[in-house]
C-alpha cells in the first residue's frame, strides 16, 4: 500500500518498516509540523531545507539548531540535509 503525506491528516509516511517525520525547510521552524508529526510516533525525524538563496545568512544553521533540538526533545533519531 503506498501511503502520501497529507498536511492535516498524515503527516508521516512509511519507507520500509519506518515511519518517517519529514520536515521540510521552514518547517523545523514552526512548533505545528513537528507536535502534529510526533502524535502519529515516527521512528526518525529527516528534516531537509534548500539554502543555496541564503548566502552570507545564518537561516540554515538556525533549521539544523532547531532540527536538532526537536529530535533531542522527542528522543528521535534526525537525518538532516541542506543544500548550501
Given at each position: 500500500?503506498?501511503?502520501?503525506?497529507?498536511?492535516?491528516?498524515?503527516?508521516?509516511?512509511?519507507?520500509?518498516?519506518?515511519?518517517?517525520?519529514?520536515?521540510?525547510?521552514?518547517?523545523?521552524?514552526?512548533?505545528?509540523?513537528?507536535?502534529?508529526s510526533m502524535l502519529h510516533?515516527?521512528?526518525?525525524?529527516?528534516?531537509?531545507?534548500?539554502?543555496?538563496?541564503?548566502?552570507?545568512?545564518?537561516?540554515?544553521?538556525?533549521?539544523?539548531?532547531?532540527?536538532?533540538?526537536?529530535?533531542?526533545?522527542?528522543?528521535?533519531?534526525?537525518?538532516?540535509?541542506?543544500?548550501?
Open positions: 500500500m503506498r501511503e502520501h503525506v497529507h498536511f492535516f491528516a498524515n503527516p508521516v509516511v512509511t519507507i520500509g518498516s519506518h515511519r518517517v517525520d519529514p520536515l521540510i525547510c521552514y518547517e523545523q521552524l514552526i512548533v505545528w509540523p513537528i507536535l502534529q510516533s515516527p521512528d526518525p525525524i529527516v528534516a531537509v531545507g534548500n539554502g543555496w538563496w541564503t548566502d552570507g545568512a545564518s537561516i540554515v544553521a538556525i533549521q539544523r539548531v532547531n532540527a536538532i533540538a526537536w529530535a533531542r526533545l522527542f528522543s528521535k533519531p534526525l537525518v538532516f540535509s541542506c543544500n548550501t
